[in-house]
Every structure is written in C-alpha cells, then in structure tokens.
C-alpha cells in the first residue's frame, strides 16, 4: 500500500493568525474534548471546544474479485439507528495507516485484500474536529467470518457495484464520510470496468 498525494498535505498551517491563550481538557481520551481560549486575528477573545488534531480514522471500500462492494450496516448509538457504511477504524497509537485498515477490514467484514490503493484524505468536521481520515480501495478482497469488537452490532453486506452507487445517488447512504469514499473510489472503478 502507498499513500495518497494528499497525505503529506493534512498538516497545520507554519502560520496561526489565532493565538491560544489557555487550554482546558473536557474529555480524556480516545475521545479527546478541549475549549481553548484564544485572541483571535481581529485581536478579540472567544473560546473554542473541538477534538484536537491527532485522532486518524481508516476507511476502506472493499471489492471482491466478482466486482462486489463489501459494505456494513452497523447499529450507530447517538442515532438510535443501523447506518450502510463502508468499513472503518480508528489507527491505534502508533499504527501504520495500511496496517490499521488491512485490520479494520478483517474485524468488521471478515475480508482480506489482495490489492491496496490509497484515495485521498479529508477532514471530516474541520468547524468541530481536527481528526483526519484516510480511505483505501481494497481490491481481490476474499471474505471469511468477521471479528467484530464486543461492542460493535455489525451487519455484512455484499452487493452489486451499480446498486452501491444507485443508493449512494438516491441518497439512501446516509453516512457522510461513506459517500465521499465511494465519490473518490468511483473513478478507479470505472477505469477498470466494474462500473
């Protein structure tokens, strides 16, 4: 697996034009919590809450040697609801990104690829977040029983490539970082006539 162009690029700014001043821990990891005051480029003070930078997340759209996309409807607590998405984790400290997704893969659908391809990067909620994600297409991918986490409610599903992409067009995948994998993923697909 090889990174992404984009990669490099989801650093901090050299330049802050914002100042902080203080910094207070709201929540403790994994789930990070802070309110910061800080002066801001006008010179006035306000306080900002948001997750620190640091937190990465993986995101893999898996495809099986018929040209099947491997998705997951998973039960999402805050929602109350069971969300279609593709595979994903978080990177534990210290993880490789391609490490982290080829075990996210494994846990959550039970696949295991034999091809990686890197998509670009992007801040999921820049306004409130500073966690980054990092999707892969996973291609030859060969499913075998999942390892779900005890706390994980998962649900495989292996479909169609044109019925993913009819539900993500209809809008019926409401997952937000989903989609954009699937946006990214699309051109790869095409260039290789699985859709």
Known sequence: MTQHPNWPHLIPD?????????????????????????????????????????????FVLPITPEGEAVLIREYRYPLRAFVTEVVAGGVEEGEDLSAAAARELLEEAGGVAGEWLALPGFYPQPSISGVVFYPFLAFRVVVQAAHNEDSELIERLVLPLPEVYRRLEAGEIFDGPSSLVLFHARRELEARGLL
Not at 20 to 30: F, G, K, M, N, V
Not at 50 to 57: K, L
Request: charged share 25%; no cysteine; hydrophobic share 30%.
């Open 14 to 58: 050299a330049e802050q034009p914002w100042q902080t001043l203080d910094q207070i821990e709201l929540s403790a990891p994994p789930r990070r919590l802070v309110r910061d005051t800080v002066r801001l480029h006008g010179g006035q003070q306000g306080e900002y809450v948001y997750r620190p930078r640091g937190p990465r997340a993986v």
